[in-house]
């Protein structure tokens, strides 16, 4: 999915929840910051392909995994918190409903998925998703701001 939808899916669980303040810093951080990895990616892309739009390039790294849940679930013991958690599973859960590859338990395991849904188009998916989260959000906005 792309960096919007994660955005609206994020702003959605704010808004639902009420998340202010740190909860609110963390599930941005866990709803959109994992994919912070892209960027420390980009130099190794650069260097193997330049600046040429190549579809399949392996951008994820153990961050946007499931695997991160070794690190994720301490956290949030320590944090006293099952926000990064749930965030976390929601990126989790759109990045694996396209058909990109996939290595969930990597560095552990090279098992290799293409995810879920696998037979509806990318493009439908992340546009269907967009609408509906769009319109949540505009709902949820227009409840806690109508007179």
């Not at 991160?68 to 976390?88: D, M, Q, R, Y």
């Not at 990045?95 to 509806?120: A, C, H, N, Q």
Request: hydrophobic share 50%.
């Amino acid at each position: 999915m792309t960096i919007v939808t994660h955005f609206l899916a994020t702003t959605l669980g704010v808004q639902a929840l009420g998340l202010e303040g740190r909860d609110k810093v963390l599930a941005y951080a866990f709803g959109m910051g994992v994919d912070i990895d892209h960027a420390v990616k980009l130099p190794f892309y650069l260097r193997a392909v330049g600046l040429r739009d190549k579809r399949g390039y392996y951008w994820r790294s153990s961050l946007q995994e499931p695997v991160a849940l070794l690190w994720i679930v301490p956290l949030c013991v320590f944090l006293g918190t099952l926000l990064p958690i749930v965030f976390f599973a929601i990126h989790v859960a759109m990045d694996y409903s396209v058909r990109f590859e996939k290595m969930p338990l990597y560095p552990y395991s090279p098992w290799v998925t293409r995810g879920w849904l696998t037979g509806i188009p990318d493009k439908v998916k992340e546009g269907s998703l967009f609408a509906l989260l769009l319109a949540g959000n505009l709902g949820i906005y227009w409840l806690q701001h109508r007179v």
